[in-house]
Structure formats: structure tokens, C-alpha cells
RNA sequence: GGGUGUUUAGCUCAGUUGGUUAGAGCGCCAGCCUUACAAGCUGGAGGUCGUAGGUUCGAAUCCUGCAACACCCACCA
């Protein structure tokens, strides 16, 4: 926990602070109330593997923000906290930190292992919820859940066995991401793409039998190409094009399919290949030519059209194989002749579906060649390319190679190649699940999402689902309670049968987190399952919140088993925010070691100051920089807030006024009350950054830099009393607006510099002393007198001599104000020789420098003469006619009033001329 | 290849449904130790709102093209 210094002698303690927010119960949920009084949102729960970075305190503290909001509306607030197994990241880093104490993991039992690990979670979740403390995250720890808590696994397991039972669970051996290193499937959400260099090689797979190749003769026209399209050159559409074509020094032939780019057609030319040994195939994966059963070509291209049906011979292997026509094949791209290896490449695999090809596997789960290889077997997929390569090279079949860049994929967590591989897996049917969610999800009285735009993609999503892989080969997670006997599933429960066998696997951790929003409900008796049927009262939470980088893992997923289990979408409004960058713009990460611990700015400022600035100036969705000099600015706030409260403190005592008659007192606590409604109407929709710019402004301009001051002279007058009572209940009132962005230094001073008893973490609107104090009315212009004073400061500012001044019809003690804001004097109308209307007000000055008047007048009357000219030809163009009405008028008033000024101003240069 | 977002002052960003003089913080210039605060106060300079068109009485704001940057998705071997 942390301490801030304010000023020079301040230092306040956090972690007391928090302390006392938890004696007094200021998070606390009581059950007993209606869902109209309630506010529940639950939290994302971080994975429990490490500690916080600052992408959860930026969560955490905008849910912080809109929970002690809610909580100041009078709301009954749960901020439901926990925590995730995370599955495979987990079992990465708990196995490395085993090996790395010298343990064997495989002497280990599974339950040994399982029992270590989840102690291990269980510490890190106990040094994490340190740190949500130390945020000062309003949570009712009460209900903090672990996903692996027996309670919610009962919930994770049933929903299983429920999708089992209605058929939407489903075994079948298929091909999926298999990592080597963590060895288990993954999903594709789990899998990246990295660019990497790579080399692309030609391989002949020799004729199986002899064969006659037709030549068409050498008529080739010259063309110059318009575009590249991979390896083929793409020309725009001509009237007779010719069949062969001789491009950039290659021979080509046309492509009868036209391709479109931009709404442009042109003619595709492919080059044409050489057949005379055999067919020509390209891969960046040599090896897997092993299992390769077919060679296929696209129907469409003339290179290839009379060859299909023939037999190849791939090396290495020496097997024969057809070439098959298929429409998934690119014949842009390399020679057009794909090599089809349907145990090792999802396209493959989709083709050999289509053409019941032979599926050979010869990669295996520990990556290793199978027997399937032959003379290759037992080797690692490098040195078996390796040995393919010398092999090709010795028979003289690699023609040719090529450097390229591609995208190679990556498992998410370890960071390990992944091989596709065919193997049996559990899956979740998708398809009539989709339906539902994307007619749900397109109906935005169902779902709001902050920001809009951001539905699109969930809907996108949602229409390119397709089934769901959601077994792991880990030992860390929800083992999967389906049972077997011989290798048959015999039944999927949570009851033991009599000589099974369970399986190995476990879920998916998304499997778990997608019934977050309805598991740590359910496992509080919050919800009940069994009513879900048909209900037509409320879901219980109003929010959820998270980074937009996870919406695809978690939004979608709780969307899609949400409406499963409850018939709803588990939230009524879904709010995602950017993620956090470093100050050039980059993501923040450990090896480019460009991070920020949250501890280490709040160790520096203090974890208001990591609040403020991480909530200053982002909208929903949208990514954020930080860096440490987006702090400096808030601890220059927090100093002044300390110090405006020494101010207060300093002029407040026990006595208070009921009754506010002096006008800027009464406009003081009329403004505040208009900034509350203005932070209640902001909150509501969400906008925290605007609110926060909107409050700091009042409280720093208006509050500080006019009212303080202007309290300077009315304290010294019989006005004190009412003086000192608005000045406190506004400060109280802007120390209640800033509580939820910078909770503990306004905590501190509410109890220790207003000598509030109540805490301010219980206060509600309702509370607030500037709404009970009674304000006499006035038409008080504050306007004209912050404009008065401008004017004046003005003039002393240019003038080498002092300035003197009168002001027309002025109130209590209102020159006495305006003299020591523009430290100008006060004096009688007829020692001065000039006046000036402003706004209502006339103002008399006595000012001895004649240039410096002369030039501020003339500086006014261009101002006024160019806004006149601005609103006569816009009143003279046809926006009189067509402006609405109140628009027009408008400008029309504003004119008038122009034309009163410039009169005045013409005046006062006459009467000075000559002087 | 598909999609989304961004482009406003020297820097980091606001700018709500189009309304006519585009805002803040930091930085810059000038002047102030005014007894809450020099981590402060006062005054000031600085922007043809990426570009080319269009709609409109009126565009930073709506539409279209273009450019640059960023991110996400995708089974080009």
C-alpha cells in the first residue's frame, strides 16, 4: 500500500483508508434488496498466474469509478470479484517454475500436481487482491470466487453434461491446432499469426507412368503487365486478348477467369510450367510431403486441365497419387499445383473431405515423424525437412527456391509452431446456438454496447463461428466428466459409474469464463437456474465490462452460453475499453521492456494520481497512452485540491448560514448544484473522461481562480457567515465529484479538513448540504463581472501607470471585489475619462496612458466591427430565409447588441481624441 | 485478401444530435512571492481541423474518392 505526499508536510496513508472503508461496511451488498435498488456488475477475473499489469488497474478503475457512482445515486452495489484458472498459460508457467526448482514433473501424480498448482493460484490470487485493494477497488470480497471453485465447476460441468444430453456436445476425431510444447489442442481464437521469413521450395513429383505432353505451337505476343497477382501478371481487359502471351521474359498462358480488382477487370496470365519430368509443387514444408495423397490443381486451369486423373509419384515416400481438380486451389499462387497433405493442412483436410482422399498421418502429437514416414520416422519435423531436402536434392527433383515471407501460426500462450494435426476431440455445436445469439445480439433494446460500433464485430463473429474445440489435453482445468469403457463414451455425468474410465481432458478455460457471468451468480444463490425457462423478470446484472482485446474470448462466449443456460444475454450493457500503450504509441510489453507497473506510479504519485490519469482523456473502445508525465499534471491537481481544502479549513467554523442571500454566494451554490446534475447526467451514459474534464474545470477556473478569490474580500465583511457556508458546501460537494476518480485523498480530506464524521465513501446526493441550504433568487450576471475584470486586468497589464475605475450600479461590495481581483483602484465617476459597457454594466476608468487605451479600444472596436460585418452578410445571404427561426434570432439579438457597442466605443474615441 | 479505427495547436488529446470567434493539459513568450497553492496567479502568441470533391443557407462534424498510420480477422501452399 501506498503514500502520498501533498504539499510539504501531508503524507496520506491508503491502506488505513481502505481499511476503514471495510470496517464500515462501504462495499458491502445486502441481498434483501429489489433489482431496481441493486447494481450488480461482476468483474472480469484476471488470471491467477501473476500479478496485475496496468491494463486491470485501467479496468479496475473504471469500474471502481462507475460502482461508487452508483453507490452515491443510493444504489445497492455488488462489484462481484474473482479470479481464473486460466488453463494452458497456467500449466506453461507452473511447469516452468517446477523445472526451474530442479522438480521432475512427470515423477509428479496428476492430483499431486493439480493440488500444487492450485495452491500456487491460490497465492497468487491472495497477492492480487492486495493489489485491487490497493487500487482502491470497491469490491465485496465476500463473494470472490475462484474458477475452479467447487461451486462454479458444478455449474461449468453441467452445462456440459446438459449440452451432451440435447446432443450439442459431440466426439469426432478432426483436424485441429495441436501445440507440441504444451501438447494439447487449441482453438483457433488461441492460435496467431506471425510474419516470418521462410523459404518456398519446388519439388517434381515424377510421372507414374509415361506420358505424352500436347505442344501448342510458339506464337507468343509481347504485353506488358498492369499489376502482379502472386506469380501470375494480371493485364487490363482487352478486346481479342491472345491466348499465350510472353511477359516480362516469361511465357504465359491466359486464364479464362477474369479477376476483379477495384471494380476494375483484368486478365489473368498464368506462366506456364514445365511438365516434362513430372508436376512441379511449391511448399514451405517439405516434410509433410510424406503424407501427402493427392496433388490438386484448379478446374479452371489450362496448364493442368487434360493432366487430371494422371498418377505422380511423390518421392521420398514413392507413393502414387492423382491429380485431383479442386476449386480451393489458388492457380496464382506457385506453380498452381497444390500438394495435399489432409493430416497436416486445413485446407487439405477440406479437400480430402470433398474427394474421400486417404488421410496419412505422419507428424505426431510429440512432433515427431511416424511410422507413416518410413526411412523418416522418429525424426523432428526440422531434421526430417532437412533429410527430405538432401534426399530431393540428390535426385535432382528441387528444381528451385524461393525466400518468402509468410505467416506462420502460433500458439497464443506458449508461443510454440502449430502443427495441424488430426486427433479426437470433444466439440460444441455451433450452429443453431449462433442463430439465436446474432438475432439476440442484433436487438439493441437486448444489448447495449459502449462503443456501438463495436456490435458489428460481435455479430461478425458470431457469423463465422463454427464448432467449438473444447477439450485440452492439460491437466490443469475442469476435467471433463465423460467416462468410458473400451474407448466408448458410456455416459456424461457428474455421477461415477461402476468400471469406467474418465477422461483425461479437461475444458477449455473459455469454456469456464463464457459461464463467468451466470456461474458466480448462481453459485451466491443470485440466480436460479431452473427458473431460466421461461422468466420474464430482470437478469440480475446491469453491466459488464472489459478490454475490447478480449471481446472475441469472453463477450462472445458468455453471449453464447449466457442465452444457453439462462435464456438471456448476461448483460445489459456491455462496455469495453482500449488497451494500454506506451507513450510512443506502442503495446507494452515485456520484451520490448517498455511496461509500467501500476506500483511503480503509485509508489511515485499515488494511486489517485494512476486513477486520474488513466481515466483522463479515453473514450470506450479506444486504445490509451500512458506514460509517466500523464501523471504530473494530476499531482499538480491533487496538491491543489489539498490545498483549497487548507483554504476552506482555514475559513470555516461551527457556526454555519441556513439562508444564502449575498448574490455570489447564491450563485457559488447555484452553479455547484447545476456541475452535480452535470456529473449525474454524464455517469449515467458512461462518459467518465468528459466528467472528469468538466468537474476539473469548475473546480479549478470557477471554484478556485473567481469564487475563493472573490471570497478573499466578502469574509471580511458581514457577508462571512454565508460566505463560508457556500465555499464549504461547495467544496463538499466537488470533494463527493472527484470520490470516484481519486478516492483516497478525497476521503482524507473530507474527514480531516471539512471535519465530516460521515465517510465519504457512504455519502449520497442526498447528503450534499448544497442541495439543503436555502438560496434567495437573483438575476446576478456573473458574466459581466468576470468581464470587467478582464478588462481592467487588461489595461493594467499594458499601462506603465495605474488604473483607476468605477463601477455603474454596483452591489454589496461588488468594486471592493473587482478592485482586488484587477488589482486596480476604485474611484468616482467623474475622475474618469473614459466608459465602457460591458455586457449590462457601464464601467468608468481613470487611465493616465492614452496609447495603451487607445489601442485596447481600437483592439475592441475590430472585434466588434468584424462580428458585424460577419452577421450582415450572413443576414444578407439566404440563412434568413432558410435558418430555423430561434437561429436566426439569434444572430439577430447578438446583432443589435453589437451595434449599441460599437456606438459606445465610437463615443469614447471621440471623447479622448485630441487628449 | 477482408474488416475496423485514427488523422484537430510544437507534443498528448477533447469536441455530444451540423449553427457560424474550434477547447484543455504540457510546452512557449511577458508580468506577478496577491497572507490556500511558484506544483501557484495574471495576460498573451499559436490551428485554412490529413487531402480532393460533394450535400447544405451553414461542415472539424454528414456522404464519396485518395493518402498515411494503427489494430483485428483469414487454412495462400
Not at 474545470?697 to 457556500?726: G, H, M, N, R
Not at 465529484?737 to 465517510?759: D, Q, R, S
Amino acid at each position: 500500500m501506498f503514500r502520498v505526499r501533498l504539499g510539504d508536510e501531508l503524507e496520506i496513508e491508503e491502506e488505513k483508508i481502505y481499511a476503514t472503508w471495510l470496517e464500515n461496511h462501504c462495499f458491502t451488498f445486502s441481498r434483501d434488496q429489489k433489482y431496481d435498488e441493486n447494481f450488480i456488475f461482476v468483474l472480469p477475473p484476471p488470471n491467477a498466474n501473476g500479478e496485475l499489469h496496468l491494463g486491470h488497474s485501467f479496468g479496475y478503475t473504471i469500474m471502481d469509478c462507475i460502482g461508487r457512482f452508483q453507490r452515491q445515486l443510493g444504489k445497492n452495489v455488488l462489484l462481484l470479484p474473482g479470479k481464473d484458472h486460466a488453463g494452458i498459460q497456467t500449466q506453461v508457467i507452473f511447469e516452468k517454475l517446477l523445472r526451474d526448482q530442479g522438480i521432475d514433473t512427470t515423477t509428479l501424480t496428476r492430483e499431486e500436481l493439480y493440488k500444487r498448482c492450485y495452491e500456487f493460484c491460490i497465492d497468487r490470487a491472495n497477492y492480487m487482491r492486495s493489489q485491487e485493494k490497493s487500487l482502491g477497488l470497491g469490491a465485496d470480497w465476500n463473494f470472490e470466487l475462484f474458477t475452479l471453485d467447487p461451486r462454479v465447476s458444478e455449474i461449468v460441468l453441467d452445462t456440459f453434461i446438459k449440452l451432451y444430453e440435447q446432443g450439442y456436445a459431440y466426439r469426432a476425431e478432426r483436424i485441429v491446432n495441436w501445440s507440441i510444447v504444451s501438447n494439447t489442442s487449441i482453438s483457433d481464437i488461441e492460435v496467431e499469426h506471425v510474419e516470418k521469413p521462410g523459404t518456398l521450395f519446388f519439388i517434381v513429383y515424377p510421372w507414374s507412368d509415361d506420358i505424352e505432353l500436347e505442344h501448342e505451337g510458339d506464337n507468343y505476343f509481347d504485353l506488358e503487365p498492369d499489376d502482379v497477382l502472386n506469380d501470375a501478371f494480371l493485364v487490363k481487359k482487352l478486346m481479342n486478348p491472345p491466348k499465350r502471351a510472353l511477359i516480362k521474359g516469361r511465357k504465359c498462358v491466359l486464364h479464362p477467369v477474369v479477376k476483379k480488382l477495384k471494380s476494375e477487370e483484368f486478365l489473368v496470365y498464368l506462366p506456364e510450367v514445365d511438365l516434362h519430368k513430372g508436376i512441379t509443387v511449391a511448399t514451405t514444408r517439405p516434410e509433410t510431403m510424406l503424407g501427402d495423397t493427392a496433388v490438386a490443381v484448379n478446374p479452371d486451369d489450362v496448364r493442368y486441365k487434360n493432366l487430371i486423373g494422371r498418377e505422380v509419384t511423390v518421392p521420398c515416400i514413392n507413393r502414387k497419387v492423382s491429380i485431383i481438380a479442386s476449386p480451393l486451389v489458388d492457380p496464382t499462387y506457385g506453380t498452381g499445383a497444390l500438394k495435399v497433405t489432409p493430416a497436416h493442412d486445413f485446407k487439405d483436410f477440406e479437400i480430402a473431405k470433398q474427394k474421400n482422399l486417404q488421410i496419412v498421418q505422419v507428424i505426431g502429437k510429440d512432433g515427431l515423424i511416424t511410422q507413416n514416414g518410413g526411412k523418416y520416422c522418429g525424426l523432428t519435423i526440422q531434421q526430417a525437412r532437412q533429410a527430405v531436402i538432401n534426399d530431393l536434392k540428390e535426385e535432382g527433383l528441387l528444381v528451385d527456391t524461393k525466400e518468402i515471407v509468410h505467416f506462420i501460426p502460433v500458439s497464443e500462450r506458449a508461443k510454440d509452431v502449430i502443427e495441424p494435426l488430426v486427433t479426437d476431440q470433444w466439440w460444441i455445436k455451433v450452429e443453431s446456438l449462433k442463430e439465436e445469439a446474432l438475432r439476440r445480439v442484433k436487438n439493441k433494446n437486448e444489448l447495449e454496447v459502449f462503443p456501438e460500433e463495436f456490435r458489428s464485430l460481435i455479430i461478425q463473429w458470431f457469423e463465422r463461428l463454427e464448432d467449438w474445440n473444447v477439450s485440452r489435453q492439460l491437466w490443469w482445468g475442469h476435467r471433463i466428466p465423460a467416462w468410458y469403457q473400451n474407448g466408448d463414451v458410456i455416459s456424461v455425468s457428474r455421477e461415477v459409474p461402476d468400471n469406467a474410465s474418465q477422461d483425461p481432458d479437461t475444458f477449455d478455460t473459455w469454456f469456464s469464463s463464457g459461464q463467468w457471468a451466470y456461474s458466480t451468480l448462481v453459485a451466491h444463490n443470485l440466480l436460479d437456474l431452473t427458473a431460466c425457462e421461461n422468466w420474464s423478470h430482470n437478469y440480475p446484472t446491469h453491466l459488464m465490462v472489459m478490454g475490447r482485446d478480449i471481446l472475441f474470448f469472453w463477450a462472445c462466449r458468455m453471449i453464447l452460453l449466457g442465452l444457453y443456460r439462462t435464456n438471456r444475454i448476461p448483460f445489459k450493457k456491455l462496455y469495453f475499453h482500449g488497451l494500454i500503450l506506451d507513450e510512443k504509441g506502442q503495446k507494452m510489453s515485456k520484451s520490448r521492456g517498455n511496461g509500467i507497473e501500476p506500483k511503480e506510479v503509485q509508489s511515485k504519485y499515488g494511486t489517485d494520481v494512476l486513477r486520474l490519469s488513466l481515466l483522463n482523456g479515453f473514450t470506450p473502445g479506444r486504445d490509451i497512452r500512458f506514460g509517466f508525465s500523464k501523471c504530473e499534471p494530476w499531482s499538480r491537481f491533487l496538491n491543489k485540491l489539498y490545498n483549497c481544502a487548507k483554504f476552506i479549513k482555514l475559513n470555516s467554523g461551527p457556526e454555519t448560514a441556513t439562508n444564502i442571500i449575498h448574490p455570489l454566494c447564491a450563485e457559488l451554490i447555484r452553479s455547484t448544484r447545476t456541475k452535480c446534475e452535470e456529473y449525474k447526467k454524464g455517469f449515467e451514459i458512461f462518459e467518465l473522461s468528459s466528467v472528469l474534464d468538466n468537474i476539473y474545470t469548475f473546480f479549478w477556473d470557477t471554484f478556485c481562480d473567481w469564487y475563493i478569490e472573490i471570497s478573499k474580500v466578502l469574509l471580511k465583511t458581514p457577508f462571512a457567515l454565508e460566505q463560508k457556508t457556500a465555499l464549504k458546501s461547495a467544496f463538499e460537494a466537488i470533494l463527493f465529484m472527484f470520490h470516484p476518480f481519486a478516492p483516497f485523498v478525497t476521503e482524507y480530506l473530507h474527514t480531516n479538513f471539512l471535519g465530516e464524521k460521515m465517510l465519504l465513501a457512504k455519502k449520497r446526493f442526498s447528503d450534499l448540504t448544497c442541495y439543503k441550504l436555502e438560496v434567495a433568487n437573483s438575476d446576478y450576471d456573473m458574466l459581466s463581472l468576470f468581464e470587467i475584470v478582464r478588462l481592467l486586468r487588461r489595461f493594467k497589464q499594458f499601462s506603465t501607470d495605474q488604473v483607476d475605475f468605477f463601477v455603474e450600479k454596483s452591489f454589496n461590495y461588488e468594486d471592493d471585489i473587482v478592485a482586488s481581483l484587477s488589482r486596480c483602484n476604485k474611484c468616482q465617476s467623474s475622475d474618469c475619462n473614459v466608459e465602457i459597457l460591458v455586457r449590462t454594466k457601464k464601467v468608468f476608468i481613470k487611465i493616465r496612458d492614452i496609447p495603451v487605451l487607445k489601442k485596447e479600444l481600437q483592439k475592441r472596436l475590430d472585434a466588434v466591427e468584424a462580428q458585424l460585418e460577419r452577421i450582415e452578410k450572413l443576414l444578407k445571404s439566404d440563412f434568413s430565409s432558410k435558418a430555423p427561426y430561434e437561429v436566426v434570432l439569434k444572430e439577430k439579438q447578438k446583432y443589435e447588441q453589437l451595434k449599441i457597442e460599437k456606438h459606445e466605443l465610437e463615443n469614447q474615441f471621440a471623447s479622448i481624441s485630441g487628449k
